[in-house]
């Protein structure tokens, strides 16, 4: 009887086990129909670049004998013909050099457009799409958009298959996604995961709100499609983030709404306009939104105004935090210039701001993005100095100074003591236009501003360092 109990629990156990299995496999999701639906969609791009004669080093070719086939044959195919090893290519012996690249696109009209990456694409001779019935097309380069790395391609062809188009805005954290590309050149392979954030803000891509995932991407997935589970486009996938070289689990997507507004402008100018304030702008944290007496840390702090822009024909100031755009709120301050980059030229913008501790609202009229921003000039040394309890000796600024940094008042560091401005990292030649949320005339005047800063509370200062305005924050101990 004791034997007849424990096979009886070990059943139970069992099919509770196998229950388990068979719930969690009917969760997972199933992305057949979808590849099958949307691969058609999905293209290979190959370019060709080529170099100077000067640029072709002989005998410097590597020895690829001994290696596996595949990979043999892998690496020659992305080697210049000039360069391969001895008895691999064609044999004829060619000295043009060429660079070639590999990368990923998607049809997105049935007449033959098709989105990808700029990076793909940037500086190619010959550009050739391939579609999944093996086939090749010259394409041709309808526009390119470097900021946001997007770029536009026509091909001949009619009633081509082309892909649904989803809307990255409805996208929620937690949610799968798959992409389909050609990482080292091997056509329509196929990643899954979910989406890790959305918004996220890379260095140097000011105008993009990239979705995160930890979709494996790899080199040549870039300009490819990512799906969302009803096999519509939500992105183009761009970036990864590695230490290493490889896939690490952080991959970045240009959001699908952003793409489409690019491509939409090219095709009607082959160029892109974009909304335009003309101010420099930073992160709030908690010891600045101390600082500036915000409850919480959240806009976009206005470090620098450009002289003559959008920003100062409106009224807005250096030290202003801006709360909201047109009703949007700006938690980070990245959000700013994605909402006020899809503004056109002449258009208004309504804006929430926090200025000496007090909200008030102000309308600026919206200019266009400059193809070059403008750069300030760096500081020349000062004559008359002052001492303080910072531990830094500064120096009024000339007047030729303020001219070319465009300032009316500030002082330069001279040099730089053991002290509070040494612990925050100041360095002489710095310009300060502002301690304690007051703007900074004379050294005489910044002296006593020093003298009177208080202690254990978040002070502000603003810094300009190569033509670069930031605002830090630092204490003061008893």
């Known amino acids: 009887m004791p034997r007849l109990k424990s096979y009886l629990s070990l059943m139970a156990a069992v099919l509770m086990l196998g229950q388990i299995v068979t719930a969690q496999a009917e969760a997972l999701p199933d992305f057949t129909t979808l590849v099958e639906q949307a691969s058609p969609s999905v293209v290979n791009i190959s370019t060709r670049q080529k170099l100077p004669d000067r640029s072709v080093a002989q005998g410097q070719a590597p020895d690829l004998e001994g290696l596996p086939p595949m990979l043999r044959e892998f690496l020659e195919r992305s080697m210049p013909p000039g360069s391969r090893s001895p008895g691999s290519g064609s044999g004829k012996g060619?000295?043009?050099?060429?660079?070639?690249?590999?990368?990923?696109?998607?049809?997105i009209s049935s007449d033959g457009y098709v989105l990808t990456n700029n990076h793909v694409i940037d500086g190619a001779d010959e550009i050739l799409v391939r579609l999944s019935d093996r086939s090749e097309l010259k394409a041709k380069l309808v526009g390119t958009d470097p900021r946001t790395d997007v770029a536009l391609l026509k091909i001949d062809g009619k009633d081509l298959p082309a892909v649904k188009l989803g809307n990255s805005d409805k996208l929620k954290v937690g949610e799968w996604v798959l992409a389909i590309g050609s990482p080292f050149?091997?056509?329509?392979?196929?990643?899954?995961?979910i989406v890790s954030a959305k918004g996220r803000s890379l260095p140097n891509d000011t105008y993009v709100p990239f979705i995160q995932t930890d979709v494996a991407i790899n080199p040549g997935n870039s300009g490819g499609p990512l799906f969302n589970m009803a096999g519509e486009v939500v992105g183009i996938n761009s970036q990864i983030f590695t230490r290493s070289g490889g896939f690490m689990g952080l991959s970045f997507a240009i959001p699908i709404d952003v793409a489409l507004d690019v491509s939409t402008q090219l095709k009607a100018s082959g160029k892109v306009n974009r909304g335009w304030l003309g101010v420099v702008i930073q992160e709030v944290n908690k010891d600045l939104a101390e600082s500036f007496g915000l409850d919480k840390p959240a806009g976009a702090l206005v470090a620098q105004v450009l002289e003559g822009g959008p920003a100062a024909k409106g009224g807005l100031q250096v030290g202003d935090v801006i709360l909201s755009a047109n009703g949007q709120p700006i938690v980070m301050s990245a959000d700013l210039p994605h909402l006020i980059g899809n503004l056109k030229d002449g258009s208004k913008a309504e804006l929430e701001v926090i200025r000496d501790g007090k909200r008030q609202k102000l309308t600026v009229?919206?200019?266009?993005l400059p193809e070059e921003g403008d750069e300030m000039g760096s500081t020349d040394s000062g004559v008359e100095r002052s001492s303080n309890r910072l531990g830094i000796s500064v120096a009024d600024l000339t007047a030729e100074q303020m001219k070319s940094l465009d300032l009316k008042g500030g002082v330069v560091i001279k040099d730089v003591q053991d002290g509070p401005a040494s612990l925050i990292g100041l360095q002489t030649g710095d310009v300060i236009t502002h301690?304690?949320?007051q703007a900074i005339i004379s050294a005489k005047q910044f002296t006593e501003v020093a003298q009177s800063l208080p202690k254990n509370r978040s002070v502000s200062m603003r810094v300009l360092r190569q033509g670069r305005a930031t605002f830090i924050t630092f204490k003061l101990a008893e």
């Open 94 to 107: 060619d000295r043009q050099r060429e660079a070639r690249s590999l990368g990923s696109g998607f049809i």
């Open 185 to 193: 050149g091997f056509d329509h392979s196929v990643t899954k995961g």
């Open 365 to 368: 009229t919206v200019g266009a």
């Open 435 to 437: 301690l304690n949320n």
